[in-house]
C-alpha cells in the first residue's frame, strides 16, 4: 500500500482580511437597547440579518401597499382570536391598513363567542370525556342561525355572522372582528370543511347554506384577489384550508384574464408547514413578486408587525 505523509502547510496561499468579503459587519450589529427608547429606535437597533431583514420588508411591502391603494389581505385561522390578537385586527382595519380577511370557519365560532360572552375555548378533552364537547347551545343555535339567516339573502358566511353580532348589539360586539368588518364595509369571507367545526354537531346546523354561503364566500374572495397585484397576502396561522383556498381563488382570478403577479405573500406561523411555504409563499410568486417567512408567536409576532406598520405608515 502507498504510505502518506502528513502535508505540509508552509507553502499554503493567504491574504489579508481586509481584501476578503465578508458576511458580519459591526455596522449590521444590534445597538443596545436603553430604558424609555422609542419602539422606532427599537426597530433600528434591530440587528441587520436573515429574519430581521424579512421582517421589515415585510413592512415595507404593506406600506406601499397602501400608499399605492392596492389590497392587503389577512387570512387567518382561528389561533389568532383564541390568542387574544381581535383588538389589534380591528385596529389595523379601522387604520385601513387590513383591508379584506378571510377566515376558517372556527374564526366565526370564537369570534361569536366572545362578542356574546367575552369568553371562548373550552377545555376539549375534558369534555370530549363526557360527549359535550362544543355542544354550547348559544353558540351552536347562534351562529348558524346567522348563517341560515344571511345565506337566504344572498350573503357568505363572514358577512352574515358580520350582520347578525352587529345587530344583536352583544355586550362585547366591539371585540368582534366579524361584527367590525361589516359595520366598516370590509370583504371578510369564511371558508369551510363539512364536519370540521363545532357548529356541524348542532340541530340547526343546515349543509345547504352552509355550503352555499362558503361558496358565495369563495367567489368573493376570488374578487379581491383579483385585485391584488401590487398587494399583499398574510396567511397568518392556517396550515392547511387558507392555503388551499389563495391557490384556487388566486388560479380563478388569472384564469379570468386578470393580472395578479407583483405581489407579496407572507406566511406567520411558529412551524412552517408544507401547504403555507407551497402554496402561499412559492407558487403564486414564481413568476413575479416575493414571499416571506416569519417565524414565531402570533401573540409576538402580529402585534410586531402591527406596530412596526403603523409606525412606518404616512
Request: proline fraction near 4%; aromatic fraction near 8%.
Amino acid at each position: 500500500m502507498k504510505r502518506y505523509k502528513s502535508l505540509s502547510l508552509k507553502s499554503v496561499k493567504t491574504y489579508s482580511l481586509s481584501e476578503r468579503k465578508s458576511k458580519v459587519s459591526v455596522n449590521s450589529f444590534a445597538g443596545v437597547p436603553e430604558r424609555g427608547d422609542l419602539f422606532s429606535v427599537f426597530l433600528e437597533k434591530l440587528p441587520d440579518f436573515f429574519a430581521v431583514r424579512d421582517f421589515r420588508s415585510v413592512v415595507a411591502a404593506i406600506v406601499q401597499a397602501r400608499k399605492d391603494r392596492r389590497p392587503v389581505i389577512l387570512g387567518m385561522g382561528a389561533h389568532p382570536i383564541k390568542l387574544g390578537l381581535s383588538p389589534v385586527i380591528i385596529d389595523l382595519m379601522k387604520k385601513g391598513i387590513i383591508t379584506a380577511i378571510a377566515a376558517n370557519g372556527a374564526c366565526v365560532i370564537h369570534d361569536f363567542e366572545i362578542a356574546m360572552a367575552g369568553h371562548t375555548s373550552e377545555d376539549v378533552a375534558q369534555e370530549l370525556c363526557a360527549g359535550t364537547f362544543g355542544m354550547s347551545k348559544d353558540t351552536g343555535r347562534g351562529v348558524n342561525l346567522a348563517i341560515n339567516k344571511g345565506v337566504k339573502k344572498g350573503y357568505g358566511i363572514g358577512r352574515s355572522a358580520g350582520e347578525y353580532i352587529s345587530k344583536e348589539k352583544y355586550e362585547f360586539s366591539e371585540k368582534s372582528i366579524f361584527s367590525q368588518a361589516y359595520e366598516l364595509g370590509i370583504p371578510i369571507t369564511v371558508h369551510v370543511a363539512m364536519g370540521t367545526d363545532i357548529i356541524h354537531m348542532h340541530p340547526e346546523a343546515d349543509g345547504a347554506a352552509l355550503g352555499k354561503g362558503s361558496m358565495n364566500d369563495f367567489r368573493l374572495l376570488a374578487s379581491v384577489i383579483a385585485d391584488l397585484d401590487g398587494g399583499v397576502y398574510i396567511n397568518l396561522g392556517s396550515a392547511v384550508i387558507l392555503p388551499e383556498v389563495f391557490l384556487k381563488a388566486l388560479n380563478i382570478a388569472r384564469n379570468l384574464g386578470n393580472k395578479v403577479e407583483n405581489l407579496t405573500t407572507v406566511n406567520m406561523d411558529f412551524i412552517q408547514h408544507y401547504r403555507p411555504s407551497e402554496n402561499v409563499l412559492k407558487r403564486p410568486t414564481m413568476k413575479c413578486g416575493q414571499n416571506f417567512a416569519l417565524t414565531g408567536h402570533h401573540e409576538i409576532m402580529f402585534p410586531l408587525l402591527a406596530a412596526a406598520v403603523i409606525e412606518e405608515m404616512p
